[in-house]
């Protein structure tokens, strides 16, 4: 099993533009997360999801948005990019179904805007 | 909210010896887990170690072991017999119910040959 993919992995965005990180997770939990890791600031939670169709916002969802239409798939979608949103982004599912054993990540993807 | 404090933003220790990252959390809830996670330059978040706030007990794995101390609201990691492949930032992290997973801010470890 893969866990949780994140593609892609490295990206350069010049600024105004817009992208979309892709997260799929193989485990068939309802709980998704995405957080921003900025140098020595630690994660920040952007959104959650507790399953299909329901999203709420983190600590830090200005400028982002995020849908999830399935149980798999969890994007995170970036509209008018600026140079405060380089960041390395780490998408998360619960790991073994409960949140007494945290989550599992994705490897993440290295965002600079330009 | 919950807050996670790690106040030593980078350490260094000799391979071989021994090291104490320290957190400690504020938290009004009763029911919650701490973990510590592992982020190596690969960028891999990888989880360490977990204590649940029940268990008087403190959590070993292989070398690493914590200090739960509850009523200070304190949790710190210590790893033994440094190794090289230890170098990472370290997270300290906790989660109750089904809030999401709250970070500290980390600290950026040094294992030296």
């Known amino acids: 099993n893969a866990g949780v993919t994140q593609t892609p992995k490295f990206r350069i965005l010049k600024i105004g533009q817009s992208m979309t990180l892709q997260c799929t997770q193989d485990?068939?939990?309802?709980?998704m997360y995405w957080y921003r890791q900025d140098p020595g600031m630690g994660l920040k939670l952007i959104y959650y999801s507790v399953g299909a169709g329901i999203t709420d916002k983190g600590e830090v969802p200005n400028g982002y948005n995020v849908s999830r239409s399935t149980t798999e798939d969890f994007p995170l979608r970036l509209e008018l990019a600026a140079p405060s949103q380089t960041s390395v982004y780490f998408c998360?599912?619960?790991?073994?179904?409960?949140?007494?054993?945290?989550?599992?990540f994705g490897s993440g993807t290295r965002l600079t805007v330009v | 909210a919950q807050t996670v404090t790690q106040s030593q933003p980078e350490m260094s220790v000799q391979e071989a010896e021994t090291v104490t990252l320290s957190c400690t959390y504020d938290?009004?809830?009763?029911?919650?887990?701490l973990f510590w996670y592992k982020q190596p330059p690969s960028r891999q978040m990888i989880l360490v170690i977990r204590q649940e706030a029940y268990k008087q007990q403190n959590a070993t794995e292989n070398r690493f072991s914590v200090n739960f101390q509850k009523a200070a609201k304190s949790f710190s990691l210590k790893i033994s017999d440094s190794q090289l492949g230890d170098t990472a930032m370290y997270f300290c992290a906790f989660i109750s119910g089904n809030t999401p997973l709250v970070f500290g801010k980390g600290t950026r470890l040094s294992v030296i040959a």
């Open positions: 938290t009004s809830e009763s029911n919650y887990y």
């Open positions: 485990m068939n939990h309802n709980y």
């Open positions: 998360a599912c619960l790991r073994g179904g409960s949140w007494d054993y945290g989550y599992t």
